[in-house]
């Protein structure tokens, strides 16, 4: 009787799935997904330089990134920017990285890294929505405020559609994007308000200076006005809103 294995029937998917893998399977390509998680379009130029490697070197990586779908590109004249193709890569890379974070931090290696690790953890874009501690607080106000639940996954009320209606700010509910998703905050261990109405909120406090964003990373912080403004509208302690150490 012939006991030789045999061969397993070919998996289409399980061939996607490791070539995806793959992609990030690299520290370069890694660093380039978590820079353009700002959500904002980069050069290759600026990558290379972030990353530190070499402007040919980060073309290779950028080309197999956007062939395998998670970057995409655009072209203005003789600049080449990219960004990620979309809330899905975002998500998916964010998800990724809050699996990293299993145990304590590895300690900055310098005073620069120290600050930009603190100035991330209180408040930063992941994609097109807010994270960090600024994020979570926004979060957990909403839902003790009864404008947004989180018992049975994360979706507006009725007040929180009249919340937002309130503020002028207007939630597009065409597309096939979700109204509020939870995204799994990896500094918080958390989950932050995303979605269509994460994206709105915050393009909103960008846009009246609630928040600004500083460096050349997505950190944002929050300007008094914004603090005395999130304290009136959600009953956000403004002094927390700067404060360093996890979300109360």
Known sequence: MDRSPRPRPHDSTAVRLAALAALLAD????????????????????L????????????EHLGRLVAGGLLAEERQGRHRYVRLA????????????????????????????????????????CYDH???????????AMT???????????????AGLGWFAALGVPLDRSGRRPLARGCLDWTERRPHLAGVAGAALCAHVLEVGWCERFGAG???RVTSAGAAALSDA????????????PAA
């Open 130 to 140: 807010l994270a960090g501690r600024l994020g979570i607080r926004i979060t957990e």
């Open 48 to 59: 290379a330089r972030y990353a530190g490697v070499a402007p040919s070197t980060a073309s």
């Open 86 to 125: 979309d809330e899905r890569a975002a998500h998916l890379v964010e998800e990724l990285a809050s699996h990293t974070m299993t145990g304590a931090p590895d300690p900055p290696r310098s005073l620069r890294a120290a600050s930009t690790a603190s100035a991330l953890a209180r408040g930063r874009t």
């Open 144 to 158: 003790v405020r009864e404008l947004l639940r989180q018992d049975t996954g994360f979706a507006l009320t009725e």
């Open 27 to 46: 520290e370069t390509r890694a660093s380039f997904c978590l820079a353009l998680l700002d959500g904002r379009a980069w050069t290759a130029g600026e």
């Open 218 to 220: 997505r950190a944002v």
């Open 234 to 245: 959600l009953g956000v302690d403004p002094a927390s809103l700067t404060a360093d150490g």
